[in-house]
């Protein structure tokens, strides 16, 4: 994606992407390591799931919710299963507005329309006129979007890393907090405190938005929600429904299919 890491041409530009090769904004399964780009950039996808990685945390895009990466930040993003989407690349004097860290946000069918027009339009040359004026109608969509509570924030001091990473790569350790204290050589009390100052979050909160984002990657490639809830160590498939339904409003087989707007 050159238009990416270029500063020229118009200040906004729309591409629709695919899992074919020849696409500029290629989806299907694929990863992109660490990098960073002089445009700011929103990317949704309809199908499938997406995980950004940033310095900040992570991001999970399932469908039709938007991912925004402001201009200069760092990020890695791991695409699974994702046939079609569409990005909107943004230049850095025409952000004003937008948030200032990678986040989530819904997205509108007036949204998408507006995407799907402007991506139609040559990306190297001036805007006419009713061009601008649909894309400035595109911008006050994303500024009025809401956010998604799709983050997992990541702690920063060193022995919170390691209790974070150790459960990120092995979600079902049920152990307690006293028990990961003591593994990670403090005190419960302190790292019952650093944890909601670092995160905002309790422990408990924390390990359950854990639980969540590696539930989501395993269910948008289509693993069975039993399989699921027995690698996250839920006692049974009904009770990782019924945490499942309390975060996102809807059982796990429902929320990839057919999965419309937020607003």
């Given at each position: ?26 989806l ?39 991912g ?27 952000c ?43 911008m006050?969509?994303v ?11 990541m ?8 209790i ?8 079902s ?10 593994w990670?050589?403090l ?11 670092e ?15 590696h539930?989501?990657?395993?269910l ?17 498939p ?26």
């Amino acid at each position: 994606m050159d238009a990416l890491d270029r500063l020229d041409g118009p200040a906004v530009i729309a591409l629709w992407g695919s899992d074919d090769p020849a696409d500029a904004f290629k989806l299907g399964t694929r990863e992109h390591d660490w990098h960073a780009h002089l445009r700011g950039q929103i990317f949704c996808i309809e199908s499938g799931l997406i995980h950004v990685r940033t310095r900040h945390g992570s991001w999970l895009l399932p469908p039709n919710r938007a991912g925004w990466m402001p201009p200069g930040e760092q990020h890695k993003v791991s695409i699974s299963g994702a046939l079609s989407g569409w990005s909107v690349l943004i230049t850095p004097d025409s952000c004003s507005g937008l948030p200032t860290r990678p986040c989530v946000i819904g997205t509108s069918e007036l949204m998408r329309a507006l995407v799907r027009r402007a991506a139609s339009w040559p990306s190297d040359h001036d805007l006419a006129p009713e061009q601008a004026r649909l894309l400035a109608v595109l911008m006050d969509e994303v500024r009025r979007s809401p956010q998604q509570p799709l983050h997992l924030p990541m702690p920063s001091n060193e022995r919170l890393v390691r209790i974070a990473t150790a459960l990120l790569n092995r979600p079902s350790d049920n152990r307690t907090l006293d028990e990961w204290a003591q593994w990670a050589g403090l005190s419960s009390r302190t790292m019952r405190r650093l944890f909601v100052a670092e995160t905002g979050s309790s422990f408990a909160q924390w390990r359950q938005q854990a639980r969540l984002t590696h539930a989501l990657e395993r269910l948008a490639q289509g693993e069975p929600v039993a399989l699921v809830a027995d690698t996250l160590g839920y006692a049974s498939p009904s009770n990782f429904i019924a945490m499942f339904r309390r975060c996102y409003g809807d059982s796990p087989a429902h929320y990839f299919a057919s999965k419309k707007p937020a607003f």
